[in-house]
């Protein structure tokens, strides 16, 4: 079992940043993949971004969305995941959700098997 929550979340104006975190504990020493996901009122919950396991390289994926505005990154002392956001848009706004996953990233939500609660991030233009 993992247990993640996550925290960071807020209001911030379009062109601002926010760094989302999201610390993992339970069974932290076995080889998850984690993701970032998000989910707007009235649409599907949809991928962000993912990151390995330093094991596997701690390689890292990005919806094109995001791309060169969002970075993952993961601190395997603390056992944390964050989200650096910056360049936020209106459109970012959503409930961003942590989620981890045995063996390699995915972008699919259906594969994660563990999910934090949610954070709020709203960009107001």
């Known amino acids: 079992q993992v247990q993640l929550v996550e925290s960071g979340g807020g209001s911030v104006q379009a062109g601002g940043s926010l760094r989302l975190s999201c610390a993992a504990s339970g069974r932290t020493s076995s080889p998850y993949a984690m993701g970032w996901f998000r989910q707007a009122p009235g649409k599907e919950r949809e991928f962000v971004a993912a990151i390995n396991w330093y094991g596997y390289g701690g390689t890292t994926d990005y919806a094109d969305s995001v791309k060169g505005r969002f970075t993952i990154s993961r601190d395997n002392v603390k056992n944390t995941v964050y989200l650096q956001m910056n360049s936020l848009k209106p459109e970012d706004s959503a409930v961003y959700y942590c989620?981890?996953?045995?063996?390699?990233?995915?972008?699919?939500?259906?594969?994660?098997?563990?999910w934090g609660q949610g954070t709020q991030v709203t960009v107001s233009s």
């Open positions: 989620a981890a996953r045995p063996g390699f990233t995915s972008r699919s939500f259906s594969s994660y098997e563990y």
